[in-house]
């Protein structure tokens, strides 16, 4: 099977289990999740693969001309982000004769239904680097109000002094780097509800006593001690000290309602939602595992965080959870069996390899114009 065959195949049964919504009966939110959490995609990617699958169920000419092999991938990808089946028989014979370059400027007006979408996709994600104390973020909005958030960076940017000494300003970029945090860092002064605006800080009790090692902020990197420091005077702080006894953390049955301290050091220790495969970390609950009208305890070893959508599985669909949180879990479905991810489907497994093993898009063939001798 070629190339192009190949992936039409994954195609369409991506598009097939997205109108099935098959991914319900895994406990995934969206077809999206599904595919990051079987294949371990980027969401980008999970994204794309739904997006061009949706469009050629509904576009046969530019599907034809992909199997046929007059469109490569990248040709294909660029061109049903703006084609429609109006328009898309004409679009079909026009794009094999386009670069990449071409296809993606072809399309220069912006509809209210483009605008709608784009609002709709607004995200900021950010994660922190594995081997490094760095911190990396992107921002993804509509124009307008991007616009709104570059011009207020460039307006605090562009007060600040220059180097004393020097005299030379650090380049715009970085200024507009200390004019994010100093917003940010604005924002959590104002907040009057400390608990949410209290940063975690984990350590353990050597290392708190003998001031050696490293801290680590929760969802985050490690710190060295000047930088605690640091911290600890302008930031608000909660320390969660490890006991080596690793004894029970909690208020008991004191209370059904999880105080917002012991609410940290749930999140510290799971990251994100604990349904497999689930990497939510924003609006999440802790949950009682063991319910607290049963007898459970709000301690540590009975509370585990889960996103909205896995919290209402427990709650109105009938998923159990057994185990101990610190350790492992088990997820198990209405029907009592142990859940556990599907296998991957092996055409969709391979693709996924063979994404990066694509050989680089050749540009279209153009006739090289007829050269008239000169006169003579």
């Known amino acids: ?158 007060q600040y002094d220059p180097d004393p000494e020097s005299g030379v300003y650090e380049e715009f970029e970085t200024r507009c780097a200390d004019a994010l945090h100093e917003l940010a860092s604005q924002a959590i002064a104002a907040d009057r509800d400390h608990d949410r605006a209290t940063i975690l800080i984990h350590t353990d009790i050597q290392t708190l006593l003998n001031a050696t090692g490293t801290a680590t902020i929760a969802d985050g990197p490690a710190l060295a001690h000047d930088t605690l420091r640091r911290l600890a005077c302008d930031a608000r702080l909660q320390l969660a000290i490890t006991d080596p006894d690793h004894s029970t953390v909690g208020v008991g049955r004191t209370t059904r309602t999880i105080p917002p301290w012991l609410n940290r050091l749930v999140r510290l220790r799971d990251r994100s939602c604990r349904f497999p495969n689930c990497r939510r970390t924003r609006w999440t609950q802790a949950h009682h595992i063991v319910h607290w009208a049963d007898g459970g305890p709000t301690d540590l070893n009975n509370l585990i965080t889960l996103c909205g959508f896995h919290h209402r599985l427990i709650h109105e669909h009938g998923w159990t959870i057994h185990g101990q949180p610190g350790d492992k879990i088990t997820w198990h479905r209405p029907d009592g069996h142990a859940f556990q991810p599907k296998p991957p489907a092996p055409h969709l497994q391979a693709w996924k390899h063979t994404l990066n093993l694509t050989p680089p898009v050749q540009p279209p063939h153009r006739p090289q114009p007829t050269t008239i001798p000169a006169l003579r």
């Open 1 to 158: 099977m070629g190339e192009q065959a190949f992936r039409l195949e994954v195609l369409t049964e991506v598009a097939r289990l997205e109108t099935e919504q098959s991914w319900k009966e895994d406990g995934a939110t969206s077809m999206t999740d599904w595919l990051v959490g079987r294949y371990t995609l980027s969401i980008g990617t999970a994204r794309e693969w739904i997006m061009v699958a949706q469009a050629l169920t509904e576009q046969p000419e530019i599907r034809r001309g992909y199997a046929e092999g007059r469109l490569s991938w990248d040709q294909l990808r660029a061109l049903v982000r703006f084609t429609t089946p109006d328009n898309e028989a004409e679009w079909a014979e026009r794009a094999p004769h386009m670069t990449v370059a071409e296809l993606r400027a072809a399309n220069k007006t912006v509809t209210n239904s483009q605008v709608v979408q784009a609002h709709q996709k607004r995200r900021v994600e950010w994660w922190f680097e594995d081997h490094q104390p760095l911190f990396q973020m992107t921002v993804h909005m509509g124009d307008v109000e991007g616009a709104t958030l570059a011009t207020s960076l460039t307006r605090r940017a562009n």
